[in-house]
């Protein structure tokens, strides 16, 4: 498992459900957010991964919720590299308000040309997620 890298989220209003408390699926935006965070600080952006011509689609994320988050509070978003295989890995997630674990998760991406065809995971990108 890969050192954790920490995204800060503050929850706006539209973040928000009927109830006041994060909508359930804004977490995968929360996750978004993380993994674009871990990519930068090891060097790379999603955007020059793109421009390389590799994609990195989501092929599954799962999200078991602990406790609710609520509009205003600073949330902060534990990643990790998870499993690395030939043409897909995984990032795990732990969601937390200071000492309390709102939701953990994961998401496990393909590598794929830019028109969705699979293809083995570049060398760069595997030393990068292995660290």
């Known amino acids: 498992m890969s050192k954790p890298v920490l995204h800060k989220v503050r929850v706006i209003y539209g973040d928000t459900d009927k109830m006041g ?19 930068r600080q090891h060097g790379r952006s999603y955007a020059e991964i793109e421009a390389e ?15 609710p988050a609520r509009y205003d509070e600073e949330l902060v978003v534990e990643v990790t590299v998870g499993e690395v ?29 830019l028109f969705g065809k699979p293809r083995r995971m570049p060398d760069e990108l595997r030393r990068m997620l292995c660290g």
């Open 21 to 39: 408390i994060v909508y359930y699926a804004n977490y995968l935006r929360f996750f978004e957010g993380a993994r674009a965070t871990w990519l």
């Open 53 to 67: 011509g590799l994609a990195l689609p989501v092929a599954e994320a799962h999200a078991s919720y602990r406790a």
């Open 85 to 113: 295989r030939n043409a897909s890995f995984r990032f795990d997630y732990r969601v937390r308000r200071d000492e309390t674990l709102l939701c953990e998760g994961h998401t496990v991406h393909a590598c794929t040309d």
